[in-house]
């Protein structure tokens, strides 16, 4: 038996990176998939989304595994594309007990920068609610929520040298942060019925959202025109572990044990898979 076996998870940002990644790995644990994705570019997002092809590959992963899947092309932002997502998903799988808030943008350099604010916060924060509340009808005792928070919100950032400088980077730190208190109050309140909520946090992450160059940018501020040899150079800055990056899998090896019965009395953390992140912002304290 797997630690997932029978369960049925909702995941959105599904088509790559970290979604498709613990689409897999809840697979491979016995769980059936309702995955989403936008599968679309936005304007002010100076990287590329995620196409259907990459969609349609993660059903074939989970597939491979002997998993049912659901897939719908989503945009996290329309709460009712997300319920409509959801209904056909439950009808053909039966119930609904993982939720995986996964889907997120990096407005880092974007252009408008307005626009670039507004994406981010509109995908990472209100579709992270979204995604949640379209599910919250479907779950019940033993069901888990797991968003994805950032190492980045948790640090220090009281001290802006140039306010408004970069809106698209800014909200990216803000989105992730308001996420963990919006999911902090929601474990406190759904853990009558049993329901669990946690977020987690990963730090740099070896997928499309770090290697691009507006990020190559953000960390080698001192190029005119960085690559990834550059960047790379840069990336263990954010980690107390001489590493550059994480892999999308140790991050759901965490989503994994979250929505599992291995953590049925585990609610309201914010869980950091960040190589010591966050050691280096903040002193010890309970």
Request: proline fraction near 4%; hydrophobic fraction near 40%; aromatic fraction near 6%.
């Amino acid at each position: 038996m797997g630690r997932v076996e029978g369960k049925v998870a909702f995941i959105t940002g599904a088509a790559r990176g970290q979604g498709r990644s613990h689409a897999v790995r809840l697979a491979e644990e016995g769980a059936d998939i309702i995955a989403v994705d936008i599968c679309a570019d936005f304007d002010s997002i100076t990287y590329p989304m995620a196409t259907p092809e990459d969609l349609e590959e993660t059903a074939r992963l989970v597939e491979k595994h002997g998993r049912r899947i659901v897939t719908a092309k989503a945009d996290v932002r329309k709460v009712d594309e997300l319920r409509a997502a959801l209904e056909r998903g439950v009808a053909e799988l039966g119930h609904l007990d993982i939720v995986v808030a996964q889907a997120g943008v990096a407005g880092m350099r974007g252009e408008p920068d307005i626009a670039a604010w507004s994406d981010t916060v509109d995908t990472n924060l209100v579709g992270t609610i979204n995604a949640i509340q379209a599910a919250l009808p479907y779950l019940g005792k033993g069901a888990s929520i797991i968003a994805t928070g950032s190492t980045a919100s948790m640090i220090d950032t009281s001290k802006v040298d140039v306010p408004g400088k970069d809106l698209g980077g800014v909200a990216y730190v803000f989105s992730k942060r308001a996420l963990s208190h919006y999911v902090h109050e929601l474990a406190t309140h759904l853990a009558p019925r049993g329901i669990r909520a946690n977020v987690v946090h990963p730090t740099n992450c070896n997928t499309d959202m770090l290697h691009n160059e507006s990020m190559y940018k953000s960390f080698r501020p001192d190029l005119e025109n960085p690559g990834r040899e550059d960047a790379v150079l840069s990336f263990p800055v954010q980690q107390a572990m001489q590493i550059p990056w994480v892999e999308p899998e140790d991050i759901s090896e965490t989503v994994l044990f979250l929505a599992s019965e291995q953590a049925r009395y585990v609610t309201g953390m914010q869980m950091r898979v960040d190589g010591g992140g966050y050691l280096k912002s903040y002193d010890y304290h309970i």
